[in-house]
């Protein structure tokens, strides 16, 4: 059961919420407009439904919403950044904004980030170098989910990483992954619908691959053992640690390379009150026309896409999809028909709207 | 069967070979340490077993020994380079030395290169960045082998990364790793001792996923349909997607961003003789103090690698690798007690010694 809401009636709403912390009009529209943009690609585990864990953490010490970004180390094209336990959507803009300037300026910009939280989708931040004109990756780690090859602790994030590029003909490439097999909420998904998971997703307590979501969940949660496995799977013949390999890429260039937190310090279980989350995130924006001509760049490729979609389908199949296409087009048909938003996150909204005193009005309406 | 040999003896002979082909003693020692490394660190693929490729392409137009990388373009931190058609290896060398002085110079080097040939492992790149005190990445797009999801034509390559950081108390971390699931080589091996493929490694001429070695290479070989499945596996359950993801963004940084080739551009089957090979290539070189002191980053890299390690294993399993760690302890068995060469890939070296008319003295001896 869902409820369809308008995009844009969203976006004032949640606004309105982050404003109640003392944000800026400005800054508070940059974090709804990150957590609305994950709802319209139709990824609702980063979009509005996660406003209660923002806004408890702003009450609760995890996030200082008032607490500003600061350069603490910087070259013409390198930076670092200290979010200071702020929003990771602030920290996430700042230094992504820094990322383009100096892009723009030398041909290259790279900027780490530490002692951020979480900072929603990767590919807003690369959408928004692409924006300028740049070719966008971002990367950030993530709370501890996921276990190592052979291992059966959640020591990795789901580490997600980003690349946006520009084309003439066809929709920007626009990737946006996790580097695990799944996320978290897909084994929430098969919970609920009491179905048993895939053989590869995940794994018990004892490390070996288990198809009953309802104990992983519950293991993952009371870190009693086993969780979420790399992309690959379970040991070496699906290339698990390659996976793992691409994790530890990600935290490498996020926590350690920022000089921040990393693995599962992020969220360490002997913190009994929340503490701040210690996020790290990687920003890297390319001016095309330093190596290339951009014009050829964005030539090229559009014929990749088109020949990757014009080749051959395997049997059933008819149609080959680039990285992006499936979320631009449930973004133009959620922007046009509402956004389907589940009751129980509808009603979670209402007591937020409730608490912070925000008239909450976002259903789609035929006006809108 | 195979034929133990001394590290340093093949190191000799190849370079000998190479510089039948009028390249310099330096030349011909970067190309032949680039196959020995491969062949130490336990990836005979990527070994002299390739040697006769390199001879056969160039007594046959497809690399030109003595063709130089040039510089096309550059800034302080960026540069694009044009292999001319040369040696891998040779254009591969030329822009690692261009990227490290860039990241020495100013922080960051990024250097992307067009119309090479295919340069080896990648990991020789990222440790020649290494070696100098700077964070490694290296990238290269392939041969196509590979379906896109729901796909049944080989478009991409294998199209490794690797990532090699500095460390303190352990050894580097060293990522080196296809985007695909497996190597062509896995399903070679599987052929000869007869034995079925997992399913997920490989599809068919109907883009399903078939368990006959046999049937795949045939198939690839005469490019009547299938090949080899990205790293995730076949469709969406296993998030195939995102190995299909990885592999398209090495392509855009190496292929697209040079302005070379990409896809099945190269060695596209209507060339009926062979023709340069036009592989692309990204390197990426990071001087860390740029971003943190380095100490701080070795030790948070030390820490990250040893809580991994240390962390509880899987039932049955009583180590967990870091990336980089099977094949460090691999070359230190090699150097000593000698690399163990097929009879084959000997009987191969064998002829090209003749037919260049070098002396070929490469076994291991008491003395060695």
Redesign the interface.
């Known amino acids: 059961m869902s409820v369809l809401v308008d995009d844009q009636k969203l976006l004032n709403f949640i606004q309105s919420v982050f404003e109640t912390f003392g944000l800026s009009q400005n800054t508070a529209r940059i974090c709804a407009d990150n957590l609305v943009m994950a709802d319209l690609r139709g990824i609702p585990s980063h979009g509005v439904a996660r406003l209660k864990r923002y806004t408890d953490g702003m009450k609760n010490g995890v996030i200082f919403p008032l607490h500003n970004p600061k350069v603490v180390?910087q070259?013409?094209?390198?930076a670092?950044v200290d979010a200071n336990d702020g929003l990771g959507q602030v920290a996430g803009h700042f230094a992504t904004r820094l990322v383009v300037e100096k892009a723009k300026n030398?041909?290259?910009g790279?900027v780490?980030v530490r002692n951020s939280n979480h900072y929603g989708i990767a590919g807003y931040y690369s959408n928004m170098i692409l924006q300028q004109g740049l070719?966008g990756i971002s990367m950030t780690n993530s709370a501890p989910l996921v276990?190592?090859?052979?291992?059966?602790?959640m020591?990795l994030g789901t580490n997600p990483?980003s690349?946006a590029?520009p084309t003439l003909q066809n929709r920007p490439?626009f990737?946006d992954?996790?580097?695990s097999?799944?996320p978290r909420g897909k084994l929430e998904v098969y919970d609920r619908e009491e179905k048993s998971l895939?053989q590869?997703?995940a794994?018990d307590d004892?490390?070996?691959v288990t198809t009953d979501p309802g104990q992983v969940l519950h293991n993952m949660l009371n870190r009693i053992?086993g969780g979420i496995l790399p992309?690959?799977?379970e040991g070496e013949?699906?290339?698990g640690?390659?996976?793992?390999?691409?994790a530890?890429?990600v935290?490498?260039l996020c926590?350690?390379?920022?000089?921040g937190a990393?693995?599962?310090l992020i969220n360490a279980p002997k913190n009994t009150k929340p503490a701040p989350a210690r996020v790290s995130h990687f920003f890297m924006a390319?001016k095309?026309e330093?190596?290339?001509?951009k014009k050829?760049?964005q030539t090229?490729?559009d014929d990749?896409i088109n020949?990757?979609k014009n080749?051959?389908?395997?049997?059933g199949?008819d149609?080959?999809?680039?990285?992006g296409e499936k979320e631009y087009e449930r973004r133009d048909h959620y922007m046009k028909e509402g956004i389907p938003l589940q009751n129980k996150v509808y009603q979670t909204l209402e007591s937020i709207a409730a608490e912070r005193s925000v008239q909450m009005n976002i259903k789609k309406s035929a006006h809108d």
Chains 1, 2 share one sequence.
């Open positions: 180390q070259t013409a094209s390198t670092t030398t041909g290259v790279i780490t070719l276990v190592p090859t052979f291992g059966k602790e020591i990483i690349l590029a490439f990737l992954m996790a580097t097999v799944v895939p590869g997703w794994v004892k490390g070996k053992g992309l690959g799977g013949l699906y290339s640690y390659k996976g793992y390999g691409m530890l890429l935290d490498i926590g350690v390379l920022s000089g990393y693995a599962d390319l095309i330093t190596f290339v001509e050829i760049f090229k490729l990749l020949r990757l080749s051959a389908k395997a049997e199949e149609r080959i999809f680039i990285h």
